[in-house]
């Protein structure tokens, strides 16, 4: 079945840095690929996403890209900030499911002051 | 303003007990969503509904029912609780209509003992 592979599973980057966080999916009929923040004790937020007719997506201090041809996407955060510190999900969903998202296992950031 | 709630917040049952977990949004979205979240499986998909009457199970939907009979909610019963399913859940909807972005709820975390 459909598979959403996500590394590493925990990241530590010095406040400032940049953080990539990056996933892999199987099915190559997928093209919506969101990303969400989960703070501690609260549900997942969507941050950002992308569709498979876009490369690279920003909003200010994040952006995503995709690569169709090895199926993989990633996240970049850029001046990273001690309230970006949380567990980040990648995901993907394909045209036929009408909003079934398939998850990775998350990524744990911590950003050191 | 808009929102999705999930109610209770906690919850500890024992073995072989019925429960339910309550979802209610109030966006109009069509689409809704169980998932489990537990350490190292990210999120998987419980059960799914299209609209009311509708209803579908994900990959790990065995010990789970759900029922859709308005718009707004989603209840999620565990038939039999079992310790396998302690767990946090996340409710989550989505309008659906060629838009796949989902919106979480604040999650319940249920103990079986």
């Known amino acids: 079945g459909e598979n959403v592979e996500q590394h590493p599973s925990t990241l530590s980057v010095q406040e400032g840095d940049s953080a990539v966080i990056k996933c892999t999916y199987s099915?190559?009929?997928?093209?919506?690929f969101p990303w969400y923040k989960q703070e501690l004790g609260k549900g997942p937020q969507l941050i950002i996403d992308?569709?498979?007719?876009?490369g690279e997506k920003k909003d200010q201090r994040i952006a995503v890209t995709l690569n169709k041809t090895a199926k993989h996407f990633s996240l970049h955060i850029t001046e990273t900030q001690p309230e970006d510190s949380a567990v980040y999900f990648c995901?993907?969903?394909?045209?036929?499911?009408?909003?079934?998202?398939?998850f990775g296992q998350g990524t744990t950031l911590q950003v050191k002051p | 303003d808009a929102e999705i709630t999930q109610s209770p917040r906690h919850k500890i049952t024992e073995t072989g007990r019925q429960v339910t977990l309550a979802c209610h949004q109030t966006?109009?979205?069509?689409?809704m969503f169980w998932y489990r979240q537990d350490l190292g499986h990210g999120l998987r998909l419980i059960h799914y509904s299209y609209g009311v009457q509708d209803t579908n199970k994900g990959e790990v939907s065995d010990g789970y029912s759900v029922s859709r009979s308005n718009t707004e909610d989603l209840p999620l019963t565990l038939e039999s609780a079992a310790s396998s399913q302690t767990s946090v859940y996340f409710c989550?909807?989505?309008?659906?209509?060629?838009?796949?972005?989902?919106?979480f709820g604040p999650g319940t975390r249920l103990t079986v003992t």
């Open positions: 992308i569709r498979s007719n876009v």
């Open positions: 966006w109009n979205h069509n689409n």
């Open positions: 989550a909807s989505g309008s659906g209509t060629g838009n796949y972005e989902q919106y």
């Open positions: 995901a993907a969903s394909r045209p036929s499911n009408t909003g079934k998202l398939i």
């Open positions: 099915d190559s009929a997928s093209n919506y």
